[in-house]
Nanobody
Framework: VQVVESGGGLVQAGGSLRLSCAAS???????????MAWYRQIPGNQREMVAS???????NYADAVKGRFTITRDNAKSTIHLQMNSLEPEDTAVYYC??????????????????WGQGTQVTVSS
């Protein structure tokens, strides 16, 4: 499954950005996309989970973004969005989208893995 992010950019503190992510199955009959999520990484730091959403719509947020960020999902299109409001300079990072995938295989157990996008830069100026 290929994962592609879009929507990053430069914004002033207090502003908003909307990130989008599309997961493209190789074979829709065999690839099942499960939980999808956004992570971010500041240079020199570990990647941290920002928000996640299940197929059923259950969401989870990092404490640092609760009340400011909203994750949504369109299962028909295998896409997720991250609406980021009241952005702060501390939100500056490369944001990555992930998709947990289960691929059905003939004659064997399913293959489970997490596919990562290339990342999109978000910069919040003070």
């Amino acid at each position: 499954v290929q994962v592609v992010e879009s929507g990053g950019g430069l914004v002033q503190a207090g502003g908003s950005l909307r990130l989008s992510c599309a997961a493209s199955p190789i074979d829709r009959r065999m690839d099942n996309i499960n939980m999808m999520a956004w992570y971010r990484q500041i240079p020199g730091n570990q990647r941290e989970m920002v928000a996640s959403i299940t197929v059923g719509g259950t969401t989870n947020y990092a404490d640092a973004v609760k009340g400011r960020f909203t994750i949504t999902r369109d299962n028909a299109k295998s896409t997720i969005h991250l609406q980021m409001n009241s952005l702060e300079p501390e939100d500056t990072a490369v944001y990555y989208c992930t998709a947990d995938v289960t691929t059905l295989l003939f004659g064997g157990p399913p293959d489970e893995y997490t596919s990562w996008g290339q990342g999109t830069q978000v910069t919040v100026s003070s």
